[in-house]
T-cell receptor
Framework: EDKVVQSPLSLVVHEGDTVTLNCSYE??????LLWYKQEKKAPTFLFML????IEKKSGRLSSILDKKELSSILNITATQTGDSAIYLC????????????FGKGTHLIIQP | EPEVTQTPSHQVTQMGQEVILRCVPI?????FYWYRQILGQKVEFLVS????????KSEIFDDQFSVERPDGSNFTLKIRSTKLEDSAMYFC?????????????FGPGTRLTVT
């Protein structure tokens, strides 16, 4: 059974801090790893990673995949209160129609 | 920017009743999905749909569930006889496999409450 594990499950930091969220996976047929941000309702897409060692960056957020270690990290620098959300890691492990396997998420709270 | 839409946003139903959750995927997308998220738990895959048929389904998607694309735009999830444990947020997602990006775009969800 495919498995995605995220850590920590929750994290409270102060505005301006840098955070690193972790995701590890065990899947039978890895295709890509995706990061989503979930605020009130729908997960919104952040990054998709397919190749090891290539950093993806969007503003203060960045992410990298390590296929050897079967893991990924999501970094957020200079955090703001608007970054407070649940960050979901998901793995696409099959053909085009396969569903994503999600981790439980990291609940990030940024205090002013 | 195109987005996935879902209706209703909240549905309350009695145990044993049938419910239909509706989704309008992004118009040029070809793969469609349903996920559910029980309160406090992780997002779980239910079913994927491509070319007018189910492509993959999880163990959760048993005989009480069905999906349909009744026309060119809507994608529905029917739960035949709801149980208390079906209470969850149900997300629809769609994906365009023709471009370089394979990410799934999620709708805002329908919160289903079974009483």
């Amino acid at each position: 059974e495919d498995k995605v594990v995220q850590s920590p499950l929750s994290l409270v930091v102060h505005e301006g801090d840098t955070v690193t969220l972790n995701c590890s996976y065990e899947v039978t047929n890895f295709r890509s790893l995706l990061w989503y941000k979930q605020e009130k309702k729908a997960p919104t897409f952040l990054f998709m990673l397919t190749s090891s060692g290539i950093e993806k960056k969007s503003g203060r957020l960045s992410s990298i995949l390590d296929k050897k270690e079967l893991s990924s990290i999501l970094n957020i620098t200079a955090t703001q209160t608007g970054d407070s959300a649940i960050y979901l890691c998901a793995v696409d492990s099959g053909g085009g129609a396969d569903g994503l396997t999600f981790g439980k998420g990291t609940h990030l709270i940024i205090q002013p | 920017e195109p987005e996935v839409t879902q209706t209703p946003s909240h549905q309350v139903t009695q145990m044993g009743q049938e419910v239909i959750l509706r989704c309008v995927p992004i118009s040029n997308h070809l793969y469609f999905y349903w996920y559910r998220q029980i309160l406090g738990q992780k997002v779980e895959f239910l079913v994927s749909f491509y070319n007018n048929e189910i492509s993959e389904k999880s163990e959760i998607f048993d005989d009480q569930f069905s999906v349909e694309r009744p026309d060119g735009s809507n994608f529905t999830l029917k739960i035949r006889s709801t149980k208390l444990e079906d209470s969850a947020m149900y997300f629809c997602a769609s994906r365009d496999p023709t471009g370089q990006s394979y990410e799934q775009y999620f709708g805002p969800g329908t919160r289903l409450t079974v009483t």
